[in-house]
């Protein structure tokens, strides 16, 4: 994990949009203004409204978020500082680079969020523990 990591290094990234008569297209592509290589993509839907999500943090992996459909927010914590972004539209995500600890909360009816992952998962490169979470954020 990098030390000095803040909830101010997750960035809001506008993908951009392709217009057409008949709809619009978004492109995320390795190797472009992305801010890392993809080797994972996941979906999380028919999540109940009210319910969150992901509540950890990862030690390498980056994460980017995009509300494929509805909105949800993203609630971000770096062991000093709080954040919170909201995500509504398909060609806005949000970066989260690994030792932040968020989760997924506030889904609107029929939500579905999009996420782009740096890592294959490997359950040894999450913190799951909130307290731990704490402990290795305050030995940097």
């Known amino acids: 994990m990098k030390n000095s990591v803040s909830v101010f290094d997750c960035n809001v990234i506008d993908l951009g949009k392709i217009s057409f008569d008949e709809?619009?297209?978004?492109?995320?592509?390795?190797?472009?203004?992305?801010?890392?290589?993809v080797k994972r993509v996941f979906y999380l839907y028919d999540i109940a409204g009210?319910?969150?999500r992901g509540a950890h943090s990862h030690k390498e992996c980056h994460q980017f978020l995009i509300a494929a459909s509805g909105s949800f927010e993203v609630s971000l914590d770096d062991g000093k500082f709080k954040r919170q972004v909201f995500l509504n539209r398909p060609n806005i995500g949000l970066h989260i680079p690994p030792g932040i600890w968020a989760s997924e909360i506030?889904?609107?009816?029929?939500?579905?969020?999009?996420?782009l992952a740096s890592h294959t998962y490997n359950e040894n490169d999450y913190i799951r523990n909130y307290d731990a979470y704490l402990t290795i954020q305050n030995e940097k």
């Open 50 to 52: 009210g319910e969150s």
């Open 23 to 37: 709809g619009n297209l978004t492109v995320v592509e390795n190797n472009s203004a992305f801010p890392f290589n």
């Open 106 to 115: 506030n889904f609107s009816s029929g939500a579905i969020c999009l996420v």
